[in-house]
C-alpha cells in the first residue's frame, strides 16, 4: 500500500537581488513504496535543521566544492533526525533514532541505512533536536573551530569575539570559549534581546547590538585589552571593524560569511586592502575551517559536548517552528536574523 508523505522540493532560485524568499520553495504531496531493498529503512522525520550555508546550494554554482546545489523542483535536503519505522538494514532496527547531514525534507523518507548515524538519546537527555545543533554539526563546528583555529589557552588573559552570537553556532562557541579559558567574551549580534539572551542566560563578559550601536566604540569599551580570538559568522563590515582591533599574533576563525552569502562573490568573499594590511601587518591567522577535515575528533567531541549540555555548562537556545509547510519560511527568517540560537522545524512527535 503507498504512503501519503509531504515534501518541500525547489521551487525557484533566488532573484536578482540574491534574497530568499518563502516562494523559492514549495510543497508538495507525494507517495512512497514502502516495500524496502536490501539495506534501506523507512524513516519518520522528527526534526529539520535550516543553516546558513544553505543559501548556497540555492545557487546553481554553490561556489564551494564541498557542496552540491539543490536541483529546481527535487526535493530539498539538510540536517535531520528522525526515527526508524522498519529497516531491511543490518545496522539499524525498528525505533532507532538516527541523523543525517543529507536529511530529505520530508514527512517520511525510505534512505540508505548506510548513510544515517545511530544516535543514543541519552545523550540529549531525551532532546533530539541538540543532535542537530549543540550536539550535532553545529556544536562540533564551535568546539573543533575553537580547538582547532582559537588557539586558546587557559591563564593567558584572552579575550574572544563571536560575531552571529545569538545563532546556532556563535551561542555555543562563546560558552565553549568561556570553558576553555577566555577571560573576556563578547558578542555581536543585532536586537537587544539577542543581546540580554548573552548576557543573561549564556554567560557573555558584554553583547554589542550592530544595528543599533557604534560597534567600533563598544569593542573598544568591552575589549579594553584588545582581542586575541575573532570567531567569524559574518564576514563584511562587521568583521573589518573587529579585525581592526586585534591583538598582534592573533587568530581569527573563520566559520561563516552569513553577510555575504546573497552576493555573487566566492568563498571565503574578498577583503579589503586595509583588513588585508591589518591582518599581515599584525601576524593574524585567518584560515578557512571546516568540520570534515577533522573526522577523527567527531566522537570525543561530541561526548564532551554532551557532558557539558547534560551539566548545563552550555545552555542550548532553540528556536522551534512547528510543520514541514513552514520550512521556507523559517528558512529566510533564519537568514534575516530572526531566530536565537538554532533554527529547528518540529515535523512530528
Known amino acids: 500500500?503507498?504512503?501519503?508523505?509531504?515534501?518541500?522540493?525547489l521551487n525557484s532560485r533566488p532573484g536578482k537581488d540574491g534574497t530568499p524568499v518563502p516562494e523559492n520553495f514549495r510543497l508538495e504531496e507525494t507517495t512512497l513504496a514502502p516495500e524496502l531493498k536490501d539495506g534501506e529503512v523507512l524513516v519518520r522525520t522528527l526534526y529539520l535543521s535550516v543553516d546558513p550555508y544553505m543559501r548556497c546550494r540555492m545557487n546553481e554554482d554553490t561556489g564551494a566544492e564541498y557542496l552540491t546545489p539543490w536541483q529546481l523542483s527535487e526535493c530539498v535536503d539538510g540536517g535531520g533526525v528522525g526515527v526508524v519505522e522498519s529497516s531491511r538494514c543490518t545496522t539499524c532496527a525498528e525505533g532507532d533514532v538516527v541523523t543525517s547531514f543529507n536529511w530529505p525534507w520530508q514527512t517520511h523518507a525510505v534512505m540508505a541505512g548506510?548513510?544515517?548515524?545511530?544516535?543514543?538519546?541519552?545523550?540529549?537527555?531525551?532532546?533530539?533536536?541538540?543532535?542537530?545543533?549543540?550536539?550535532?554539526?553545529?556544536?562540533?563546528?564551535?568546539?573543533l573551530g575553537i580547538r582547532e583555529k582559537g588557539y586558546v589557552t587557559k591563564g593567558a588573559n584572552q579575550t574572544m569575539v563571536i560575531s552571529g552570537a545569538a545563532g546556532a553556532c556563535g551561542s555555543i562557541a562563546g560558552q565553549i570559549g568561556r570553558l576553555d579559558g577566555c577571560v573576556r567574551v563578547v558578542g555581536i549580534c543585532g536586537s537587544e534581546d539577542k543581546c540580554k539572551a548573552l548576557v543573561e542566560d549564556l554567560g557573555f563578559s558584554a553583547a554589542i547590538n550592530y544595528r543599533q550601536e557604534d560597534v567600533a566604540a563598544r569593542l573598544k569599551e568591552s575589549c579594553p585589552a584588545g582581542i586575541d580570538v575573532y570567531f567569524d559568522n559574518v564576514g563584511g563590515a562587521i568583521s573589518d571593524t573587529v579585525i581592526a582591533q586585534m591583538n598582534n599574533?592573533?587568530?581569527?576563525i573563520l566559520c561563516g560569511q552569513i553577510s555575504q552569502y546573497n552576493k555573487?562573490?566566492?568563498?571565503?568573499?574578498?577583503l579589503s586592502e586595509e583588513t588585508q594590511e591589518n591582518l599581515r601587518s599584525k601576524n593574524i591567522t585567518r584560515e578557512r575551517f571546516m568540520v570534515l577535515n577533522y573526522?577523527?575528533?567527531v566522537d570525543a567531541a561530541l561526548f564532551e559536548l554532551s557532558q557539558w549540555v547534560k551539566s548545563a555548562q552550555i545552555k542550548v537556545l532553540e528556536t522551534v517552528v512547528n510543520g514541514i509547510?513552514?520550512?521556507?519560511?523559517?528558512?529566510?527568517s533564519m537568514m534575516k536574523g530572526g531566530n536565537i540560537g538554532k533554527q529547528i522545524i518540529k515535523i512530528s512527535a
Open 295 to 297: 573526522m577523527s575528533k
Open 114 to 143: 548506510s548513510g544515517l548515524q545511530k544516535v543514543d538519546s541519552q545523550l540529549v537527555d531525551g532532546h533530539l533536536s541538540y543532535f542537530l545543533g549543540a550536539v550535532g554539526i553545529t556544536g562540533l563546528t564551535a568546539l
Open 1 to 9: 500500500m503507498l504512503m501519503q508523505v509531504q515534501r518541500v522540493v
Open 264 to 270: 555573487d562573490v566566492p568563498y571565503p568573499p574578498p
Open 249 to 252: 599574533g592573533g587568530h581569527v
Open 325 to 332: 509547510e513552514n520550512m521556507g519560511a523559517a528558512f529566510c
